[in-house]
DNA sequence: GTGGTCTAGACCACT
DNA sequence: GTGGTCTAGACCACA
């Protein structure tokens, strides 16, 4: 069992449990987190992160109920084998989403959608030079 | 005063009167009110939109603390003069971070960046058959 | 909205939650709640069954999730739109479930699955004398 | 002393011990074990499931209230005598209540007596299948 | 030790 | 009024 490195925005408008759920969904789709791995118990991760057993139970049942996780009573909780599709599809989801917001913020702003595939690649062009 | 074209989803997630704000903005900025147009009263919409009044104050309220409108006791409310190079570098910021988020997850998802020119038209596209 | 009537086993190894959903869950499918009918509020539930409003919340929580209900923030809870289709399935498999648990017992008690249908029909036929 | 046959399923909600009796039980009635047989230790057991000794303590304690094995200090656990026609009527009992409920549930769906029978076969067949 | 359920309060945002 | 979240305990069954 690895820690969890877990980060909480306690006055964010985001529910505890929310954030909880979603960071521990990033590293399984970013295979930080990879099958059968032990996660931390309900009640360490209470401890550790200063909240309420409920809060974290809640984060953890949520995660089995969308399949990212087995609970296993008297055992812990487990990752479970997520395959590599379905994290595709997931990030291209959230590739749309993401896009779909730009076209929205930007037809506020008056941008053409030739403005935006100009953006768009400018935007790229400085990640690389970011990365090199 | 010209009648509102205000859609409610009031089974969303997100709160009635943000979506009264929302579209109120959005049609500020698209120019479609202009400055000093008078609204539709607080009581007036509150009624057309099936609402509780204390749902189209606070939206209201909200639309003059952030400058949108400028409520004059006694009278109504009115449109105010919105500072354009304001607002439009602001939605231009956010459509830079959405671009940002999308080219970060494509590249997760291993789309190359023509592939994001595609599907950036795609979306466009969608959202124009559903507009009409 | 009409009172519900939900009888709770206060001592039995089913979850209070568990029982409160599927009473519910059963009167959607029976059509004794229909479409758009509102539940008693969290609160009431709670009030009304003697329990505490955390196990009504998580009721009625698992019963949005399933799709069964909808839960408006400041509104209360709907029972949604479910298809006959979905519930001749939901019932066709309960069938299933029945037979199937029939054959194990049976099995268990020496029977062939001859003597299961004979059973079969002699239950049918004391089904249809009841009704006569 | 014979080696049982028990699989278990670590993740399912039913308990390990819950398995290891049912199993265990199934078995005496299927005469596959036979009165006097002596029965694995419960510490040997527990080393051939993988399994902490208080959970095959927990099964065979179970057992034995419940009449079907019998433990001798210092020596072993010994399948009972086990009264047939007290067992066999019980799971009759319960084949009839499982297809009276499988009845009642079909009408619901509106199956005839006819389809029951075909449901009743067909489920025959894939349990035959699933053993094969 | 583990997870599962439950309580009896609380505060918050929204209608 | 409504639902949503959260707490800080508790008891239970299971491993």
Known sequence: MRVLRIVLAYQSSIPIYEQIKEQIKASVLSRELSENELLPSIRQLARDLKVSVMTTTRAYNDLEIEGYIVTVPGKGCYIKKVDDDFIKSKHI??????????????????????????????????????CD
């Open 93 to 130: 989801n959230e590739t749309k989403k993401a896009l779909t917001l730009a076209i929205h913020q930007g037809s506020i702003a008056g941008l053409t959608i030739l403005e935006l595939h100009k953006l768009l690649d400018e935007l790229e062009e400085q990640r690389h030079e970011k």
